[in-house]
């Protein structure tokens, strides 16, 4: 490969002295690294103003109570709530209830990633597609899933899958959305880049516009889940399917029995299960951005 | 004149690219913009050439001709079946790969096998003096050295003539400095043939055979100066600066004429 001259010393040594330079400036250029700080003090600063938050509304409901606004049968306090919670997490129905309901938002989240991502990528891909059902797939995602019910208990009548119907309608358009973005706003650079290279049809897709499109990608999918999530409670609530003693059903069931501390501790535990989802999508994105370096600092 | 008379005896030769009275517009009717004028070029192998000029004299437009991005208007554009790649000021490595998995994309694209595209890749590395960075990511390397994984990236196409985009364009001068002298060692070490585009006078003398100064909208060649000092070079060398002095006079008076 590399033709035989002569070296002479002299330029063996300038050789030597031009890949010190640059070493050199290397090292410069990306200076010391700084260390993290240890894991218990991050943890600790990430977790004092949620847990001063929650303190305050606790506090705040409990004045509430002690204001005698309601009479205690009909708001509890915090106290009672959280005893009635405590006793109601030991109980094997409850996490029967919760299976059911984490199924449903399971299945029904994964098929909206589908459906969504094969509609995504062909809006994306053709121009007349996007034309016809772009501006659709936006106004399906600021729709209110409950209004679908009806249309999807005469659908598929009270069962599994007018629920599925609903949770899918809801959670797609946001994935869809997302991907379509993604696609869309693939840096210039990037794509001339790929041009020099060569890349065409599949091997684009492949190498380029999907992994480019990824935190968009991302975020549609923490949308769509949060979407899923909600038509999936008014679903549980309102598509009683026999059998299937869900979250939302034995919510009813406490309200058909006046029973406020049990009704205020499912509202609580769909609240939990809601924000732990979401920790798991901030995990990705933030492990995200950090390999791509698009964090701050 | 000698120097065509020359030009035309390595055209024969070994020309890599040749460009024959190339214009290109953009838009029709009384939108049109000609961008380059009747171009007449050619680059030989083993060749750097640095093509000069002030801000719209097309040189990024005529780069993007021969990597083949955009359609000549006129005129005749031969590279003889040949490979190019193109480098930006800007690196655009993908983040979602490491330093190694970026200079292997190309191979990767070509089909060669994981075991043997690795090897290479490592090589390229060690070329552009970064070994022992692969597994980095993009974003925790500098500019300079962003700058030259896509070189290395350029290299594992392993392309006939490599076009370089104001390469060093965004970069401090010190970096800039130490890049030019990486710059001319790769090229001699590996025998690449350059066209390189730069609005940097004084650079295009201290990288180039040959200085091509191209008048401004339209693009046409005005001057093509060959430049014979001893390499390696320095850019502050009394025989640079002389000519640079001599080139960016050449400039001014170009760019004067368009005050009216």
């Known amino acids: ?297 | 004149m000698s120097i065509l008379q020359a030009t035309e005896t390595r055209t024969e030769r070994d020309a890599v690219v040749r460009l024959d009275s190339v214009s290109k517009q953009y838009g029709s009717g009384s939108n049109t913009l000609l961008a380059l004028d009747r171009v007449s070029l050619t680059v030989a192998k083993g060749e750097f050439v640095c093509l000069l000029g002030a801000s719209g004299c097309g040189k990024s437009t005529l780069l993007s001709l021969v990597a083949g991005l955009d359609q000549i208007s006129g005129g005749t554009l031969d590279i003889g079946g040949r490979h190019v790649s193109l480098m930006f000021q800007e690196a655009a490595l993908f983040p979602w790969l490491s330093v190694l998995g970026n200079v292997e994309l190309p191979m990767r694209l070509r089909g060669i096998g994981r075991a043997e595209r690795r090897q290479r890749a490592e090589e390229l590395l060690e070329v552009v003096r970064l070994e022992g960075f692969g597994h980095k990511r993009p974003h925790e390397l500098s500019g300079g050295m962003r700058q030259r994984v896509a070189l290395a990236r350029s290299l594992a196409q392993n392309a006939d003539v490599l076009l370089m985009d104001e390469p060093f364009g965004a970069l401090d001068a010190m970096t800039r400095d130490i890049l030019h002298d990486e710059l001319e060692r790769i090229w001699r070490e590996q025998e690449l043939t350059v066209l390189f585009v730069t609005h940097n006078v004084r650079e295009a003398v201290r990288l180039g055979d040959r200085v091509v100064l191209l008048s401004s909208r339209p693009g046409r060649v005005i001057e093509d100066y060959p430049i014979t000092h001893e390499r390696p070079r320095r850019i502050d060398s009394p025989e640079v600066s002389g000519q640079a002095a001599e080139i960016t006079d050449r400039l001014r008076a170009e760019v004067a004429r368009h005050a009216s």
């Open chain 1, 1 to 297: 490969m590399q033709a035989e001259v002569p070296v002479q010393d002299n330029r063996t040594a300038s050789d030597a002295a031009a890949a010190d330079r640059i070493t050199g400036l290397d090292a410069l250029e990306l200076g010391p690294r700084r260390s993290k700080a240890a894991l218990g003090g991050r943890i600790w600063r990430s977790a004092w103003p949620k847990l001063l938050a929650i303190a305050i509304v606790i506090l705040a409901w409990q004045i509430v109570v002690w204001a005698q606004w309601k009479p205690e049968y009909v708001l509890p306090g915090p106290a009672t709530v959280f005893g009635d919670l405590g006793t109601l997490i030991t109980t094997g129905d409850f996490w029967d209830g919760v299976r059911v309901t984490m199924i449903r938002a399971l299945t029904g989240f994964a098929l909206a990633v589908l459906i969504g991502t094969v509609v995504g990528a062909a809006v994306s891909r053709f121009a007349p597609l996007r034309a016809a059902i772009g501006s659709l797939i936006t106004g399906l995602q600021t729709m209110p899933s409950i209004m679908w019910f009806p249309l999807a208990i005469l659908l598929f009548q009270i069962s599994e899958s007018a629920i599925m119907f609903v949770v899918i309608i809801g959670a797609a358009p946001s994935v869809a959305n997302g991907l379509i973005s993604g696609i869309d706003y693939v840096p210039r650079t990037w794509l001339r880049v790929g041009q020099v290279l060569g890349m065409k049809g599949f091997a684009k897709y492949r190498h380029l516009i999907l992994p480019a499109s990824l935190p968009s990608f991302i975020s549609g999918l923490k949308q769509g889940w949060a979407f899923s999530w909600r038509s999936l409670m008014a679903g549980e609530l309102l598509v009683i399917v026999p059998g299937a003693l869900s979250i939302g059903v034995r919510m009813q069931q406490a309200r058909d029995l006046s029973e406020s501390s049990l009704v205020i501790s499912f509202i609580i535990v769909v609240l939990v299960i809601g924000i732990l989802i979401d920790v798991l999508f901030n995990a990705a994105d933030n492990a995200l951005r950090r390999r791509w370096g698009l964090t701050g600092s």
